[in-house]
């Protein structure tokens, strides 16, 4: 048998595959990056949908639904699946990003917005500068090679038709999105304190020096602080991203099995 039969026989598990692999470029971090033009993000799934379909075809044999609005909802819920690795892996820059927004918003810097070319967004100044940072360092440590293993994977954990989504995956979803702001709080916990600890300081001069103009003193200080404690621990930040992404990687895996 020829590729042009073997294509022709099984077109509908090429369709359904190519649908789960859009699924990850959708809302992934580095795939679904928006910077990325439309037309490379689509030929890199086709691509990859070319590359695993003979391990995907020699899965087992699958049964298309024979009607056009069965075969729809078909696609649908293989593009849930796609879709939900996607999620899990951009609920870790999610957090972030919002560890950035508070960070910003104690510094001083929440009026300073630059435009993210990976979301289409605003965002603050150093919640880009940390977005970035946590890209490079999850594409250093080969995490989009994890991202396409776990989409290779989730074949066999969730074959093609096969997904059985039950009650907890709500609550899954759910626990993932309040980890954003869990995660996201850990974070901007370093530079969130000493700012604190500037405004009681920044108190008590105020109260035993009342000719000083505290408005004026306390705008540059909490510049100061700010970057100087973000300076100091942006090598734990680092190495906190490798418990983040392993943790995301993990939840990959639960997400998966509650499709089963």
């Not at 999620?87 to 999610?94: D, E, I, L, P, R």
């Not at 996201?184 to 530079?191: D, S």
């Not at 009342?210 to 505290?214: A, G, R, T, V």
């Not at 906190?240 to 392993?246: E, I, R, T």
């Given at each position: 048998?020829?590729?042009?039969d073997?294509?022709?026989?099984h077109a509908?598990?090429?369709?359904?595959?190519?649908?789960?692999?859009?699924?990850?470029?959708?809302?992934?971090?580095?795939?679904?990056?928006l910077n990325v033009?439309q037309t490379i993000?689509?030929?890199?799934?086709?691509?990859?949908?070319?590359?695993?379909?003979?391990?995907?075809?020699?899965?087992?044999?699958?049964?298309?639904?024979?009607?056009?609005l069965?075969f729809?909802?078909?696609v649908?819920?293989?593009?849930?699946?796609?879709?939900?690795?996607g999620?899990?892996?951009?609920?870790?820059?999610?957090a972030?990003?919002?560890?950035g927004?508070?960070?910003?918003?104690?510094?001083g810097?929440?009026?300073?917005?630059?435009?993210?070319?990976?979301?289409?967004?605003q965002?603050?100044?150093i919640g880009?500068f940390?977005?970035?940072?946590?890209?490079?360092?999850?594409?250093?440590?080969?995490?989009?090679?994890v991202?396409?293993?776990?989409l290779?994977?989730?074949?066999?954990?969730?074959?093609l038709?096969?997904?059985?989504?039950?009650?907890?995956?709500?609550?899954?979803?759910?626990?993932?999105?309040?980890?954003?702001?869990?995660t996201?709080?850990?974070?901007?916990?370093?530079?969130t304190?000493?700012v604190?600890?500037?405004?009681v300081g920044?108190g008590?001069?105020?109260?035993?020096m009342?000719?000083?103009?505290?408005f004026?003193?306390?705008?540059p200080?909490?510049i100061?602080?700010?970057l100087g404690?973000?300076?100091i621990?942006?090598?734990?930040?680092v190495?906190?991203?490798?418990?983040?992404?392993?943790?995301?990687?993990?939840?990959?895996?639960?997400?998966l099995?509650?499709?089963?």
């Open positions: 048998m020829d590729f042009y073997l294509m022709q026989n509908a598990v090429f369709l359904l595959m190519l649908t789960r692999v859009t699924g990850i470029f959708i809302l992934s971090p580095f795939f679904g990056s033009p993000r689509v030929g890199a799934a086709v691509a990859f949908s070319f590359a695993i379909f003979p391990v995907v075809d020699g899965l087992g044999a699958v049964a298309a639904p024979g009607s056009v069965g729809a909802a078909a649908v819920r293989e593009l849930f699946v796609g879709w939900l690795i999620f899990v892996a951009y609920v870790s820059f999610a972030i990003n919002m560890a927004k508070l960070m910003d918003m104690q510094v810097f929440s009026i300073v917005n630059v435009m993210d070319p990976t979301s289409g967004q965002i603050p100044l880009s940390l977005y970035n940072l946590g890209l490079i360092v999850f594409v250093v440590t080969n995490g989009h090679h991202l396409i293993s776990a290779v994977e989730s074949f066999r954990s969730v074959p038709l096969a997904m059985n989504p039950d009650l907890s995956l709500v609550e899954i979803v759910a626990r993932f999105t309040v980890g954003i702001f869990v996201g709080a850990q974070i901007a916990i370093p530079v304190f000493a604190l600890m500037t405004n920044l008590i001069l105020a109260r035993t009342p000719q000083l103009n505290i004026v003193v306390g705008v200080m909490h100061i602080v700010g404690v973000l300076s621990v942006i090598p734990f930040y190495l906190f991203l490798d418990v983040v992404f392993n943790a995301m990687y993990g939840n990959i895996t639960i997400a099995r509650a499709l089963r």
